[in-house]
């Protein structure tokens, strides 16, 4: 059994991955998870009590015994528990942070027989057993058994020719009200949402592949919207990204390298 922190898009690439491989996989998240990528984020199951992503469901539990029957249905349990106080009850065979706070929330080496971290903000081998790496590029993926991955530089990568531009941040704090849903064709200046009296629009044509629930009170500077200039590929809205996927990879090798095998 192993238990992750934090059920975000990317967080998600590694839950599906692990779970499609046999491991019984317990996701623990906060009360209100601020995941963007909502369709791709089994997070979800905070507000919905269930969701689905790639046909693996999640499912919002509050016990144990509910948490072994939903590994029974081979539906992925998710616990409101951001301070893991389940973890010692639970004694995962393995914990995983994949908060992507770039800062360590709590996580330490103690808390399981194996420890990995996904992104910045963990020393492995002190912090924790294993460190992957998260920024796009050659070392994306990379497992990291000494050491830092590499520092976060909060510039997002280069999709389509857009960088920085592809998200969007809160420009005041305050109750958003979204008039544009995931898997939109959006155009440049096309008001996506608002937030008092600050609009927040499309910097560019697009798809929007990414929106903050409707409702939500935000924070001046939060990333609230992402949008994907590709239109064509519409579809990964709702699919497990090749980023996620490929963070998944070096957890599974690590995994296989302890000798941790699903049944």
Known sequence: MIIVRGGGDLATGTIYKLHECGYAVLILETAKPTAIRRKAAFSEAVYDGSCTVEGVECRLV???????????ERIIPLMIDPDGQIIKEMQPEALIDAILAKKNLGTKKEMAPLTIALG????????VDYVIETKRGHQLGRVIAQGSALPNTGVPGIIGGYGAQRVIHAPAAGKI???ADIGSVVKKGQTLASIGEARID????????????DGFIVAQGLKIADIDPR???KENCT??????????????????????YAE
């Open 62 to 72: 509050h016990t144990k015994q509910q948490c072994i029957q939903a590994w029974k």
């Open 239 to 260: 699919t497990i990204s090749d980023k996620a996927r490929c963070i998944a990879g070096g957890v599974l090798e690590v995994l296989v390298k302890s000798r941790i």
């Open 120 to 127: 910045p903000g963990f020393l492995a081998g002190s912090d």
């Open 177 to 179: 009200c979204v008039q």
């Open 231 to 233: 239109i064509e590929e």
């Open 202 to 213: 499309a910097p560019f044509d697009g798809v929007l592949r990414g929106m903050i629930r």
